[in-house]
């Protein structure tokens, strides 16, 4: 009876397919276009079509003139005006963080050296709006759509360019227009895209993200894609940006046994861990968000401050394992100190997620927003603020760090977590991070992007191409810190011996 119910249910759905007829519940009114594979929330994430490891990926995005007004309208709100640098009070659109002598921060205010990010940004994110998508000739209506980030945001819009990153939520709008329900992008219900702001080679992103996961650290998948954008004057190419993962979305439901836990994702003074810091409103909660329970990670700054690491460094460590996920945290340090990233724990308070395992009960690390990483110097600036207050300078030893960033310097003065420290520079720099390795991987992405940077035939170049030179000298650039990073992690591996 069953089979032959179920028989019916297939004819009738194409008789009415054929006829136009609207069918009444699930499938109602689905838009043109529509397909289950492609767009229901029936499928898993299919990560090769949506994060390909050798093609770059092209979409096209439809807003409303109407719906591009009101995010130029808000963008000016929250920025200044377009293309007017520091009209919103800083480089770029930025408030400068602080009103110290020079513009600098006030001495010992904020975050460590002064960092304050609740002057440095506004404190809302921007409007939603729904648009249209293309993606291989088919099409995903009424897809929410945000521009979003920090610097990379700021400084784009006040020099006046439209590849501005942005996010993606292909259900946003499900309310407004049930046609869409659950609808999702080949199984992944969000994508966040980073425009690779300041960055000539166009593979910072891409490659520390890879990196981190194959050195044991969970970390968002990422892919290539141009994109085009049409809000009412044609269609017009923005440039190649990088579509990452989204942590609360697919990565915690993959890279994780159960996907039920807390995710947040801290940033300003808490997301220090510094001595009475804790703050709830700097815990962004991404999970669970109708739970107010942020105990799980009180309980990790109650552990890591226990008067026990002096006197029983022993019983510190089993009490802080209890919570956190801390030989999870060494490898991750390991890592971004390895191949350098500037912007992140240890230099700026923010740029990570903390995932409360249930399967274990700890809260694990997962990096995020990488397009500072890779980069000697100090990063793209020249700089950073790695020696504000104590921290990032490059050295693999990381005695520059103090108790402003405590979960570096407590760790790093443990002798168990320390020597756990030293086994995995020498493990990501004969590994993920091997130089010869690293060479032929820069080679073939950059040749892989190339068309989509520099333009060939119909492709055009990317919107904010600084020039053509700047990103064929950018590979070199790239694996001559590989080289120099990897001689720097044996020699600080080799002294650790000796000693």
């Keep these: 009876m069953r089979k032959r119910s179920f028989a019916l249910l297939l004819s009738l759905i194409a008789l009415t397919s054929v006829l136009g007829v609207t069918v009444v519940g699930a499938q109602a009114n689905r838009p043109a276009g529509w397909d289950d594979y492609s767009h229901s929330n029936d499928t898993d994430p299919d990560y090769a079509v949506v994060f390909p490891e050798n093609a770059v990926n092209t979409i096209s995005i439809t807003i409303s003139p109407e719906n591009w007004a009101a995010m130029q309208a808000d ?40 960092i304050n990010f609740d002057d440095m940004f ?24 945000r521009f979003k980030g920090n610097s990379s945001l700021s400084g784009t ?74 809000y009412g004057t044609g269609s017009q190419y923005l440039g190649l940006y ?26 300003g003074a808490a997301a220090t861990f510094a001595l009475g810091t804790f703050d709830e409103a700097d815990l962004d909660k991404e999970t669970n ?61 923010h740029n990570f997620f903390l995932y409360n395992d249930p399967t274990t009960g700890q809260l694990t690390w997962i990096p995020w927003d990488n397009n500072e990483a890779l980069a000697g110097g100090g990063g793209f600036g020249g700089g950073g603020f790695g020696n504000r207050g104590g921290g ?20 790093m003065d443990d002798p168990v977590y320390q020597a756990l420290y030293v086994d995995y520079v020498e493990e990501v720099a004969n590994g993920a991070f091997e130089p010869t390795q690293m060479a032929e991987r820069y080679q073939a992405l950059h ?33 001559e810190h590989a080289t120099s990073r990897y001689a720097a992690a044996m020699e600080y591996v080799n002294s650790q011996a000796g000693g």
């Design 122 to 145: 506004p404190d809302e994110n921007p409007i939603w709006v729904d648009v249209d998508l293309t993606f291989n000739g088919q099409p995903w209506t009424n897809v929410g759509m």
């Design 392 to 411: 990032n300078n490059g050295a693999l030893d990381l005695d520059s760090y103090t108790d402003q960033w405590p979960l570096i310097r407590f760790l």
């Design 75 to 114: 963008m000016t709100t929250l920025y200044g005006e377009f293309g007017v640098r520091g009209s919103g009070g800083g480089p770029g659109g930025m408030r400068p963080p602080g009103n110290g002598p020079g513009g600098q921060p006030p001495a010992g205010g904020g975050q460590p050296g002064g």
């Design 447 to 479: 040749d892989l992007i190339a068309p989509y940077v520099l333009g060939s035939g119909d492709q055009p170049q990317d919107s904010q191409l600084d020039s053509a030179e700047a990103f064929e000298s950018s590979l070199n650039t790239l694996i």
């Design 242 to 267: 990088t579509a990452v993962e989204m942590v609360d979305d697919t990565v915690i439901e993959t890279q994780f046994a159960d996907d039920s836990g807390n995710l947040y994702k801290p940033e």
């Design 157 to 230: 819009w006040g020099a006046g360019s439209l590849k501005l990153p942005f996010r993606l939520d292909f259900d946003k709008f499900e309310d407004t227009y049930p046609e869409i329900d659950n609808q999702r992008f080949f199984g992944f219900d969000g994508l966040s895209f980073s425009s690779n702001f300041r960055d000539t080679s166009y593979l910072h992103e891409r490659v520390a993200a890879d990196i981190f996961r194959e050195a044991g650290v969970p970390s968002a998948r990422t892919a290539f894609y141009a994109v085009y954008l049409d």
């Design 289 to 349: 968000e109708d739970a107010a329970d942020y105990s799980d990670v009180l309980a990790l700054y109650t552990a890591l401050h226990a008067e026990s690491r002096l006197s029983d460094p022993a019983a510190w460590r089993a009490e802080l394992e209890t919570v956190f996920a801390a030989d999870g945290f060494m490898r991750w340090l390991a890592v971004n100190t390895v191949i350098q990233n500037w912007d992140t724990y240890g230099t700026m308070s």
